[in-house]
Every structure is written in structure tokens, then in C-alpha cells.
């Protein structure tokens, strides 16, 4: 597509319930990436693919988030047994590589609220 | 310490003059950085990336990068109203972290008064 989708804009859920986000990258670019934004805070890093290599994981903050990349485009971010401080902007972006020259582009962005 | 720092503002300037906003990173191996916009309730959008040390410049942006001081810095000329938002400065990690994705700043909040 023109530019990078996500899904869904934005999500109110009950603490204690999973929720899946949906992202969908440009087209071609291999590299896509998930960070979060919290109120008036910067990007956390969560999690990030390249291709098929294994993907960096590190800045996941729990084992209730995993994030899956299937076919080397669409990526869903799963939280599982969402609390009350997982409530942010989630934002995907995706690059045509990961590599030190590549800036990305992000998509809109989904806004988890969670009650 | 942050491996990225940027003043929180906000940076507050007149119409037409230059907005100078500066970040600072910890990685002394980095070797690639950036600017993003971020508009209230929007998404960043790449406004400059800059490799080399000196200067940068593109339409009313110039982007400054010293490896030496591990400084980065973004001057806006003919500050408009428009340009209020937030900017992010971003940092690669160096190739032997093994880490590939960027490492954000928090942001500088600008505010141009017409």
C-alpha cells in the first residue's frame, strides 16, 4: 500500500483482556517495527522484524506482549491480560531495511485505553 | 543516563526567526540520526537524517551533527506557526550493539507565536 495501516485506530478493552493490534506495512519494506507512545511521553521500543531473520524482541517489557510477523508483511501485536498502564499509542512503522541508514515510516497508530 | 536527550520545552519563538533545537546522545559509535516531526494526536514524520558531521540543510530545515561532542541539532528558519509540534531526535545504535532499531528522544515541544 501508499504508506504503512494499522489497525484498529482505536481500542478500549477491560483490564484483564487480550487484545490483538494489526499492522500492515509498505510494500517492500522488509524491516517493520513496533513502538509505544504513552501521554505526553517518547517512543518505547518494543519489538522489531527483519526478513526472515529472528526477530529483536528486547524491548518487549512483559511476557504478556508477543508480536508475530507472518509472510514478511502483516504483523500482529498481541497483549495479553491487559492492565491499566499497557494504555498508549501503540505506532508500527516499517523501513525498506534494518540498517543504519534507513529512516521509517510510521503508520497512524492505534490507541489502546484500558478500564 | 538517557541514551538519547532532548529538552522537554517548550521552545518558545517568534514568527520568523530561528528555532534551534538540540539533542544529545550516549552511544559514541552511532552513525546515523534523524528528526521527526509529531503534531498533537498525530504520528512522526521523517523530516532530515544527517551521517556526517557538519551541517545539512534542506529548504528551511539544517540539520548540524558533531560526533566529537555526540551532539545533534535541528535549526528551523522563518519559524511559521505551522512548525509548532513536537520533534523527536533519533539515534541508531552502533553496528556492534547488534540493536537495529532506533532509540527516540522524548521530544521537544516547539511553540511559534504568530
Known amino acids: 500500500g501508499a504508506g504503512v495501516s494499522q489497525s484498529p485506530s482505536n481500542k478500549v478493552t477491560e483490564k484483564g483482556k487480550d487484545v490483538e493490534l494489526r499492522c500492515d506495512p509498505i510494500s517492500g519494506h522488509t524491516a517493520l517495527y513496533w513502538y509505544r507512545q504513552s501521554l505526553g511521553q517518547g517512543l518505547e521500543f518494543l519489538i522489531y522484524f527483519q526478513g526472515n531473520s529472528a526477530p529483536d524482541k528486547s524491548g518487549l517489557p512483559s511476557d504478556r506482549f508477543s508480536a508475530e510477523r507472518t509472510g514478511g508483511s502483516v504483523s500482529t501485536l498481541t497483549i495479553q491480560r491487559t492492565q491499566q498502564e499497557d494504555s498508549a499509542v501503540y505506532l508500527c512503522?516499517?523501513?525498506?531495511?534494518?540498517?543504519?541508514?534507513?529512516?521509517?515510516?510510521f503508520g497512524s497508530g492505534t490507541r489502546l485505553t484500558v478500564v | 543516563q538517557k541514551e538519547v536527550e532532548q529538552n522537554s520545552g517548550p521552545l518558545s519563538v517568534p514568527e520568523g526567526a530561528i528555532a534551534s533545537l538540540n539533542c544529545t546522545y550516549s552511544?559514541?559509535?552511532?552513525?546515523?540520526f534523524f528528526w521527526y516531526r509529531q503534531y498533537s494526536g498525530k504520528s512522526p514524520e521523517l523530516i532530515m537524517s544527517?551521517?556526517?558531521?557538519g551541517d545539512k540543510e534542506d529548504g528551511r530545515f539544517t540539520a548540524q551533527l558533531n560526533k566529537a561532542s555526540q551532539y545533534v541539532s535541528l535549526l528551523i528558519r522563518d519559524s511559521q506557526p505551522s512548525d509548532s509540534a513536537t520533534y523527536l531526535c533519533a539515534v541508531n545504535a552502533p553496528l556492534d550493539t547488534g540493536r537495529r532499531a532506533l532509540t527516540f528522544g522524548s521530544g521537544t515541544r516547539l511553540q511559534v507565536q504568530p
Open positions: 544527517i551521517y556526517s558531521n
Open positions: 512503522a516499517s523501513s525498506l531495511q534494518a540498517g543504519q541508514g534507513n529512516g521509517y515510516t
Open positions: 552511544d559514541r559509535g552511532s552513525q546515523s
